[in-house]
């Protein structure tokens, strides 16, 4: 047996450090004998400022960048996102079908991805393992909707409008698998509590219902698709006025209690405020697979603090059950300046002027985690004063891991019951600690 301690500091940062297995001391963290869910993986979203910031490095760096988020020796990540059409982080708004009244979807295309995405994903799939790629839209074609603009409004609701957007999403699914990039999972919205300056589009949870149920369940099942349809990316319930129509049983429990809509849904995604519904789902639902799909993102300037606070929606998410948790944006420039000027953090930086890649504290915070818990890994149940601080898994290797934060500004002494070992070990302030038992 042994037992490997990897230790990230603000100032010293990924550091492996020797451990010594204890039998002194009082064990103020232990393994409880219950086994939760199974982990599916970590990963983050490709956007195309991202991809803009990365092909102004040289290919050495380039090469760099995808050994370290997807890399065996890096975070290895492999539950990966991408939008369907524009986001916040494209470099100008568009669909994959920009002509007003194609019902028909006989303009649908996807030679703007080709430019982006396609490459960005293609470099990641070349760096690591298979990926698991889940998509959505941010708003669909601006044509669909009242207003007509891709920010703000909702789809106008009609039979030819959602029988044109099911197909819609059919031919996405379609066309990414014809270039050898298939889709496991399509979630029908992001964001569908929140009206944006950026691309958006409310929807409710009635609306939810009707078209998986009606349209776009159906049509998958018509033609044979194997992607899987998720409710996300939930973000509510919210917290603030709207709080009375975005709640759990407004949203998830309408649409999969409901006997035509819920067979067709295979998981829940949450983000943002979405984690305020993460236990009612789970309790209600302990069978359905739930997801993190998007991280919170801060304000661009890549603080260790934040990355703190990272940890414990981290810790908050697994948790409550999820079976991921997906990074927002892996690369940006300095500052991670949006096209609606919101500045948020990154993974790595790059710097197109310099051609310097820094990496950034959630990229080693990610990394505790993602490096070290590997796919169809079990999450274990802890107790004791720490727990509130640590998550622990078991891989199918059976080696099992433990990563826990020193939130305080002094070191503190963790002493765990591993189950047939105990190790004593003395945590850095303000640490990121992940242990390696095989």
């Not at 964001?191 to 949870?205: A, D, I, L, R, Y």
């Not at 149920?213 to 998720?230: A, C, D, R, V």
């Amino acid at each position: 047996m042994s037992i490997k301690h990897i230790v990230s500091t603000e100032t010293h940062r990924w550091r492996t450090t020797p451990v010594s297995p204890s039998a002194t001391g009082p064990v103020n963290l232990a393994l409880t004998g219950a086994r939760h869910q199974t982990v599916l993986g970590f990963g983050g979203c490709f956007n195309e400022l991202g991809f803009t910031a990365i092909r102004s490095l040289p290919v050495n760096k380039q090469a760099l960048i995808f050994k370290e988020l997807f890399g065996e020796n890096g975070c290895r990540f492999n539950v990966c996102r991408l939008p369907i059409g524009a986001n916040d982080y494209a470099e100008q708004w568009y669909s994959l079908n920009d002509t007003d009244g194609d019902y028909q979807m006989r303009h649908f295309s996807i030679e703007r991805d080709r430019k982006y995405l396609i490459p960005y994903i293609r470099m990641a799939q070349k760096a690591g393992t298979s990926l698991t790629l889940f998509a959505s839209p941010w708003s669909p074609p601006a044509w669909m909707k009242f207003p007509k603009a891709y920010n703000y409004g909702t789809l106008v609701w009609d039979k030819k409008t959602l029988s044109a957007y099911a197909l819609y999403f059919l031919k996405f699914v379609q066309a990414y698998e014809k270039e050898n990039i298939p889709i496991t999972q399509l979630h029908i919205q992001n964001e569908p509590m929140s009206s944006q300056k950026f691309p958006s589009c409310v929807w409710t949870g009635e609306q939810f219902r009707e078209f998986i149920g009606s349209y776009l369940g159906p049509l998958f099942k018509k033609h044979g698709i194997q992607t899987e349809i998720w409710l996300g990316t939930l973000n509510g319930p919210e917290i603030d006025h709207r709080m009375f129509k975005t709640r759990f049983n407004q949203y998830a429990n309408h649409v999969l209690s409901d006997p035509k809509a819920g067979p067709y849904v295979k998981g829940v995604g949450y983000q943002w405020a979405g984690k305020y519904a993460l236990q009612q789902t789970q309790a209600a639902y302990p069978d359905l697979p739930l997801m993190q799909t998007e991280s919170e993102c801060g304000d661009g300037t890549n603080t260790w603090a934040y990355a703190e606070y990272i940890f414990e929606m981290m810790w908050h998410y697994f948790t409550n059950g999820v079976t991921a948790y997906v990074y927002w944006n892996m690369v940006l420039a300095p500052g991670g300046e949006s096209t609606w000027g919101w500045k948020q953090n990154s993974m790595i930086t790059v710097d197109p002027d310099r051609k310097t890649v820094q990496l950034n504290p959630e990229f080693y915070l990610m990394k505790h985690f993602s490096s070290a818990v590997l796919p169809g890994a079990t999450r274990l149940g802890l107790t004791g004063p720490w727990a509130a601080n640590a998550v622990a898994f078991q891989n199918p290797d059976d080696s099992k891991v433990l990563v826990v934060t020193n939130p305080f500004k002094e070191a503190r002494r963790m002493t765990m019951d591993f189950g047939n070992a105990r190790l004593s070990a003395l945590l850095e302030p303000s640490s990121f600690n992940t242990f390696i038992q095989r």
